[in-house]
């Protein structure tokens, strides 16, 4: 620093010394901003859900705009000032609470909940919000206005060098300084002209988009990019809210349900308990009737026994009778036979036919009735 104290015009030396070492950077700084438009311009005009929100807005709009006019009055709006975004929250419909911003977002979870991801296809957004061409022409004006000084300086030095009021040690560290000078501002010449060619390309860039969205080519493009972040803010604060609202009253029909559920479970199970009641009645009835059928059976069974009993006892008694009549018989049939033998022995008996006769009969007839008492 004590050396460059000696030399002629030290300050401007410095800022020249300045500008070299920061250059490179605020080349690079510069071109990133205007990276940032460039990006967020290409990836609105490609995002699907983009486009399906602004046309959500504009079939809206044009719906209520015509919604009371006849066929031949009916005209169709193409596109939308996105400045207009914001007084969708104010537009207020027939109740005077529902919103047009609270109408659409209802539109959009029921036919097109897609559109609530919109973020995921504008990642440059964000940052292009913060720039605008107005700062990056003047952070290039003031890079052009140190490369000037740089040149001027260039020129003070060829200058005092040709003019020869110089000492002869002077001139060597003057003729370096030149040196450098020249082979600084021309490759600065060149980076700063580079850099000039990619801020009008990024002006360009942008101006095509404003074309794309029918917008105002004299809107800038923070004003423009705001627009747009700040419509995004509101719809999907919006979009929470909405949906905070229906999982409420998606829990407290679930409740409701689950209260009917119980109510009915209850009530059940009450029908259930006096049904058990009265299967355990039916059960105990049935027991009875089965048991008084069984003691009919049983009953039935001892009067089926006993008359089997009386027709054993009766067929026993029969028997006997048949045995004592044919025990009678038998003895009936010696008598005979030993009558016979008797009148074969002693001859014919002295005794008249009839009273042989007497005896024989009496002793069939008692033979018959013995039968007779059998049957």
């Not at 193409?78 to 929250?89: H, V």
């Not at 052009?144 to 002869?168: F, H």
């Not at 009549?325 to 009936?332: L, M, N, P, R």
């Not at 002295?350 to 007497?358: D, V």
Request: glycine share 4%; hydrophobic share 30%.
């Amino acid at each position: 620093m004590f050396e460059m104290c000696k030399l002629r015009r030290p300050l401007a030396k410095l800022d020249c010394l300045v500008l070299k070492m920061v250059l490179e950077l605020k080349v690079k700084e510069i071109k990133n901003r205007v990276g940032y438009i460039e990006k967020a311009c290409e990836e609105l005009k490609k995002s699907e859900k983009f486009k399906l929100l602004i046309e959500s807005v504009l079939m809206i709009g044009n719906l209520l705009n015509n919604q009371n006019e006849d066929a031949k009055r009916v005209v169709m709006v193409q596109a939308i000032s996105f400045d207009s975004l914001s007084s969708l929250s104010n537009t207020k419909g027939y109740d005077k609470k529902t919103s047009l911003l609270s109408y659409l977002e209802s539109v959009l979870n029921e036919e097109l909940p897609v559109v609530f991801d919109v973020y995921s296809d504008l990642p440059d957004l964000e940052a292009a919000t913060h720039e605008s061409f107005d700062g990056i022409r003047q952070d290039e004006d003031d890079l052009g206005k140190q490369l000037k000084s740089v040149t001027d300086e260039l020129k003070q030095t060829e200058a005092l060098l040709k003019s020869g009021n110089v000492k002869e040690e002077e001139r060597k560290d003057l003729e370096e300084s030149k040196s450098n000078l020249e082979e600084f501002a021309s490759k600065a010449q060149t980076t700063v002209a580079k850099l000039h060619d990619d801020v009008e390309a990024g002006k360009e860039a942008y101006k095509q988009t404003l074309v794309y969205f029918c917008q105002d080519l004299t809107l800038s493009s923070d004003d423009f990019f705001n627009y747009i972040t700040d419509f995004f803010g509101t719809l999907l604060g919006m979009h929470r809210k909405m949906e905070e609202m229906r999982e409420r009253m998606s829990n407290k029909k679930k409740k409701e349900e689950e209260m009917k559920s119980m109510k009915k479970a209850a009530e059940a199970s009450k029908k259930s308990v006096v049904k058990e009641g009265e299967t355990e009645k039916d059960g105990e009835k049935e027991k009875e009737e089965e048991e008084d059928k069984k003691d009919g059976e049983r009953e039935k069974e001892g009067e089926t026994a006993r008359v089997e009993n009386k027709e054993e006892m009766k067929v026993k008694e029969d028997g006997e009778k048949d045995k004592e009549a044919s025990k009678d018989e038998e003895k009936a049939k010696e008598e005979k036979e030993k009558v016979n033998k008797d009148e074969e022995k002693e001859g014919m008996d002295e005794e008249p036919n009839g009273m042989k006769e007497s005896v024989l009969s009496e002793l069939w007839n008692r033979v018959k009735e013995k039968e007779n008492e059998n049957e």
